[in-house]
T-cell receptor
Framework: LAKTTQPISMDSYEGQEVNITCSHN???????ITWYQQFPSQGPRFIIQ???TKVTNEVASLFIPADRKSSTLSLPRVSLSDTAVYYC????????????FGTGTKLQVIP | KAGVTQTPRYLIKTRGQQVTLSCSPI?????VSWYQQTPGQGLQFLFE???????NKGNFPGRFSGRQFSNSRSEMNVSTLELGDSALYLC?????????????FGPGTRLTVL
């Protein structure tokens, strides 16, 4: 299982772009990178998933360099409602594995 | 499409008792995973069921068990409850999409052991 490392916490002002980087040095060839968002007392919610280069959806972008040993979640123009914990996961494409969540990054958006 | 449903949402038990939690997956999802979340340990994987068979298990004692029914609904049981079992218990179900199946989490069951 690839271990992930993220900053414990980050602060950002409303309206700014936030970039959260995750390190996964021992990622395997058939692993994907997935990011989840979790609000207090709720289950995590899928944000975005990618394998390489750049993926963008309506809420975020995911940048993955060629060596795939890290990834960066980019949240454009954050608002107070983006205050949450963000988890980076490395998941095998087979899907049949013990999923390990790291400590996550607690993002605090400041007005 | 209805989301993942977990019942009950809140539960209070005393030490030594047992508890059963239920998870109903999104229609068509056959994989159900269970997680325990505590402030100290974060999100920890308990086990995963697929087509009524446990195919992955985390590092939890045998007091934690589960099962899955033919309609993919899953139950998790904790026997001889301890204070440290107080946690948010989350279930997640997997669907089919390109790449690894994405997990869809339920709202969780908040268990308090007194």
């Amino acid at each position: 299982l690839a271990k992930t490392t993220q900053p414990i916490s980050m602060d950002s002002y409303e309206g700014q772009e936030v970039n959260i980087t995750c390190s996964h040095n021992n990622i395997a060839t058939n692993d994907y990178i997935t990011w989840y968002q979790q609000f207090p007392s709720q289950g995590p919610r899928f944000i975005i998933q990618g394998y390489k280069t750049k993926v963008t959806n309506e809420v975020a972008s995911l940048f993955i360099p060629a060596d795939r040993k890290s990834s960066t979640l980019s949240l454009p123009r954050v608002s107070l409602s983006d205050t949450a914990v963000y988890y980076c996961l490395v998941e095998n494409s087979g899907g049949y594995q013990k999923v390990t969540f790291g400590t996550g990054t607690k993002l605090q958006v400041i007005p | 499409k209805a989301g993942v449903t977990q019942t009950p949402r809140y539960l209070i038990k005393t030490r030594g008792q047992q508890v059963t939690l239920s998870c109903s997956p999104i229609s068509g999802h056959r994989s159900v995973s269970w997680y325990q979340q505590t402030p100290g340990q974060g999100l920890q994987f308990l086990f995963e069921y697929f087509s009524e068979t446990q195919r992955n298990k985390g590092n939890f004692p045998g007091r934690f068990s589960g099962r899955q029914f033919s309609n993919s609904r899953s139950e998790m049981n904790v026997s001889t409850l301890e204070l440290g079992d107080s946690a948010l218990y989350l279930c997640a179900t997997r669907g089919q999409r390109e790449g690894p199946d994405t997990q869809y989490f339920g709202p969780g069951t908040r268990l308090t052991v007194l």
